[in-house]
C-alpha cells in the first residue's frame, strides 16, 4: 500500500486515481448505504469537490483502496463553505445543524469528508494500515498548510480505531442517527500531529 495526496486541481498528474476514488464513493455511500448525494452510474462527486479541496488516496498497485478529502475551515466556493458549516447554517437537510456545536472558521483546523475503503481491504491489520495511510496524508496536507487540528462528521466507532492507532480523537457535542443509513454519527476532532510525532508522544 501507499499513500498519495494532491489537491483538486493537481488531480491529473495521479492518472485516473482521481476518477476511482469517486467511483470508489459511489460504490460505498451511494449503492453500499443508500445515500441520496449527488451520483450518476459510475461515480459519486458533490459540491465540496471544488479547487479548495485535498486528497488523501491509498493504492494498492495501481488500484485506489482506501482515500479520504479535506479542505480548511476557511473554504468558500460560490455559496458553500465547508460541510459542517453548511450543515450547521441549515443547508444540507441530511445533517441536523445541531450536530455541529460552535462555528469554526480558521486556517487551523480543517474538516475532513468522504472517508472510505475497499472492501478489497480485509482483515484488521489491513484496514489499521490502509487507515493510517489515509489519515496520516490528511494530517500531512493539512499542517504543511498552517492547521493544528482535524475535524470531521464521522461514525461513532472510528474514534476508537483512530485512538487504537495512536491519534487523540474525541467527539465534540451529541451524536445523532442517521435517518439514511441508521448509523450513529458525532463531530469528532484530532490534533494535526505526523505519524513519527504522535509515536513518539505516545511513548
Known amino acids: 500500500m501507499r499513500n ?3 489537491d483538486f486541481l493537481g488531480q491529473h498528474r495521479h492518472g485516473a486515481a ?11 455511500f451511494v449503492d453500499g448505504l443508500g445515500w441520496d448525494i449527488p451520483h450518476d ?15 488523501s488516496l491509498v493504492l494498492r498497485g495501481d488500484r485506489v ?13 460560490g455559496t458553500h463553505t465547508y460541510m459542517l458549516r453548511d450543515a450547521l447554517r441549515g443547508e444540507l437537510s441530511s445533517i441536523p445543524p445541531e450536530v455541529m456545536p460552535a462555528d469554526i472558521e480558521t486556517p487551523e483546523v480543517w474538516e475532513c469528508t468522504r472517508l472510505v475503503m475497499s472492501e478489497e481491504v480485509a482483515g484488521h491489520a489491513e484496514r489499521a494500515t490502509c487507515l493510517t495511510l489515509i489519515v496520516d496524508g490528511l494530517v500531512h ?10 475535524v470531521s462528521l464521522s461514525p461513532l466507532p472510528l474514534m476508537r480505531g483512530l485512538r487504537q492507532l495512536g491519534f487523540d480523537a474525541h467527539r465534540l457535542g451529541e451524536p445523532y442517527t442517521s435517518e439514511s443509513d441508521g448509523r450513529k454519527y458525532a463531530v469528532l476532532q484530532m490534533s494535526a500531529i505526523p505519524a513519527p510525532e504522535r ?5
Not at 483502496?65 to 466556493?77: D, E, F, L, V, Y
Not at 509515536?199 to 511513548?203: D, F, I, P, Q, R
Open 4 to 6: 498519495i495526496t494532491f
Open 18 to 28: 482521481f476518477h476511482d476514488f469517486l467511483r470508489l464513493r459511489k460504490t460505498f
Open 41 to 55: 452510474d459510475e461515480v459519486e462527486m458533490d459540491q465540496y469537490d471544488n479547487p479548495l479541496a485535498h486528497y
Open 65 to 77: 483502496i482506501g482515500g479520504a478529502r479535506c479542505m480548511p475551515t476557511t473554504a468558500r466556493w
Open 141 to 150: 496536507t493539512a499542517r504543511s498548510r498552517g492547521a493544528e487540528a482535524l
Open 199 to 203: 509515536l513518539m508522544a505516545a511513548e
